[in-house]
Antibody, heavy 121, light 111 residues
Framework: EVQLVESGGGLVQPGGSLRLSCAAS????????MTWVRQSPGKGLEWVAN????????NYVDSVKGRFTISRDNAKNSLYLHMNSLRAEDTAVYYC??????????????WGQGTMVTVSS | QSALTQPASVSGSPGQSITISCTGS?????????VSWYQHHPGKAPKLMIY???KRPSGVSNRFSGSKSGNMASLTISGLQGEDEADYYC???????????FGGGTKLTVL
C-alpha cells in the first residue's frame, strides 16, 4: 500500500525547535518530489516547502525561509522538516505529500494524515 | 488571508450539481494551467480530485470536473452524493514568494 506517515509533532515553546518526519512506503520514494503543507486551526492549507528527488533543490514559502529546513534520506525512505525559531503562527497540522510528475506538476496525489505542532508557552 | 479566494461554503441537494470557484490573479491561476483540487474530510488525508485544471486521477469519479477562465478556476460536482460532503481546496502554481498557493477552502454541505 502506498502510504505516508508523519510523526514528530508536539507542544513546543516559542523560539524552540522540532523535527518532523514522514515515512514513505509502497513506492520508490527516491523518484518523487516531496512537499510539506500545513493547516493552521480554522484555516486553509498552506504550502510550506518542497524538495527534489535527489535533495539538490529545495524551495520554501517566505514565512519560513531561514527558520525551516526540508531534507530527505532516500536510503531510509524518509522526509524531514527541521523547524527552528518557532512562532505561535507556526501552530498547525503538518502534512507531507508526494508530487507525481508523471501525472503533472502540482499533482499532490498521496498525503499523510498529518502531525500536530503547537507552539505555545 | 489566502492567495486564492474560495467561497466559505456551498450546499446542494443529492443529485444536484454545484460549482466551487477559486479566484486568483495573473501571477497564479491566470498564468499557469497548474490548478489542482483536493477533497478533505477533517481528520483524514486530503485527496487529489483534479490536476492541471481539468484532469482526473484514476479512481476519481467523473462527476468531478474542473475548468478555468482567466484568473478563476472552478470545480463542478454533478449528481451530488452524501459522501461528497467535505472541505474542498484549490491550489495553483504561483510566481513570486511561494511555489504553490492554496485557497482558503470551501465547505460543501449536502442537504
Amino acid at each position: 500500500e502506498v502510504q505516508l506517515v508523519e510523526s514528530g509533532g508536539g507542544l513546543v515553546q516559542p523560539g524552540g525547535s522540532l523535527r518532523l518526519s514522514c515515512a514513505a512506503s509502497g513506492f520508490t520514494f527516491s523518484t518523487y518530489w516531496m512537499t510539506w503543507v500545513r493547516q493552521s486551526p480554522g484555516k486553509g492549507l498552506e504550502w510550506v516547502a518542497n524538495i527534489k528527488e535527489d535533495g539538490n533543490e529545495k524551495n520554501y514559502v517566505d514565512s519560513v525561509k531561514g527558520r525551516f529546513t526540508i531534507s530527505r534520506d532516500n536510503a531510509k525512505n524518509s522526509l524531514y522538516l527541521h523547524m527552528n525559531s518557532l512562532r505561535a503562527e507556526d501552530t498547525a497540522v503538518y502534512y507531507c505529500a508526494r508530487e507525481d510528475l508523471l501525472l503533472g506538476r502540482g499533482a499532490f496525489d498521496i498525503w499523510g494524515q498529518g502531525t500536530m505542532v503547537t507552539v505555545s508557552s | 488571508q489566502s492567495a486564492l479566494t474560495q467561497p466559505a461554503s456551498v450546499s446542494g441537494s443529492p443529485g444536484q450539481s454545484i460549482t466551487i470557484s477559486c479566484t486568483g490573479s495573473s501571477n497564479n491561476v491566470g498564468r499557469y494551467n497548474l490548478v489542482s483540487w483536493y477533497q478533505h474530510h477533517p481528520g483524514k488525508a486530503p485527496k487529489l480530485m483534479i490536476y492541471e485544471v481539468n484532469k482526473r486521477p484514476s479512481g476519481v469519479s467523473n462527476r468531478f470536473s474542473g475548468s478555468k477562465s482567466g484568473n478563476m478556476a472552478s470545480l463542478t460536482i454533478s449528481g451530488l452524493q452524501g459522501e461528497d460532503e467535505a472541505d474542498y481546496y484549490c491550489c495553483s502554481y504561483a510566481a513570486g514568494s511561494t511555489d504553490w498557493v492554496f485557497g482558503g477552502g470551501t465547505k460543501l454541505t449536502v442537504l
